[in-house]
């Protein structure tokens, strides 16, 4: 049987990933071939490039590939412990750069800034992610926390937890963001509720609840803008 490295040799040098994007430059490359350089190897019967493309059909697009868990990676065929763990760490890498000018001290003046702070990281998960970013008295966030990961569409957050992170970092005010897999950020009667409650327990701490924002897909709806805060 044709060894991996034989395999590749007989690759035409114009559609090997790694040679393509030396001479061309990582953009000209596709979505699987960029993803086969991550992967580096392919398994004994198929290339890096084939197996990439493998991946890319079994999870649809690359939205779903960001949040794709280490288990779901590794019941691909050809996916182990170990290529599961260089696509992660490529696509954490990746959010962490996407979002690397932000972790100066964003000032938050109106929702759209705290919207656009987290937009690329909660736009396409398919899971509910209850996110609060706590701001000092000028209003700068100084801390994020990711408090739950929830259904596809329910997320499950206590007052106690919420305000516990606050105290922690010694917060002035916070402001709660959650996404809407589906896309749409219309409000559920379960995030008015929420948000609520999340007031409440604000005001008896001295913590105050800024904002309590939904993100859609590229979209947004600040429950204090509807008059729910």
Do not use: W
């Not at 019967?45 to 990439?52: C, K």
């Not at 059909?57 to 690359?62: A, Y």
């Not at 779901?72 to 182990?80: A, P, S």
């Not at 106690?160 to 005010?173: D, L, Y």
């Amino acid at each position: 049987m044709e060894t991996q490295s034989n395999a590749l040799r007989n690759v035409p040098h114009d559609e090997r990933p790694r040679e393509r994007m030396m001479r061309y430059g990582a953009e000209a490359l596709s979505h699987t071939e960029l993803l086969a350089i991550l992967l580096r190897t392919g398994t004994k019967r198929e290339s890096a490039v084939y197996l990439a493309g493998k991946i890319l059909k079994e999870c649809g697009s690359l939205r779903n590939l960001v949040d794709m868990s280490m288990d779901e990676l590794t019941q691909i065929r050809g996916i182990g412990p170990a290529k599961a763990t260089q696509l992660r760490a490529g696509i954490e890498l990746g959010r962490r750069i996407s979002r690397s000018k932000q972790d100066e001290q964003v000032t938050v003046r109106k929702p759209k800034d705290a919207a656009d702070y987290v937009m690329e990281d909660l736009r396409y998960l398919k899971k509910e992610h209850f996110v609060c970013l706590f701001l000092n008295t000028k209003n700068r966030i100084i801390a994020r926390e990711t408090l739950s990961v929830g259904t596809l569409n329910a997320s499950l957050v206590h007052p106690r937890e919420v305000f516990r992170a606050a105290i922690k970092c010694s917060s002035a005010s916070l402001i709660c963001v959650h996404n809407h897999p589906s896309g749409d950020p219309t409000p559920s009667p379960e995030d008015v509720v929420m948000t609520k409650r999340l007031k409440e327990a604000g005001e008896l701490v001295g913590i105050e609840l800024l904002d309590h924002l939904v993100i859609g897909d590229g979209r947004f709806i600040s429950l204090k803008e509807q008059g729910f805060l």
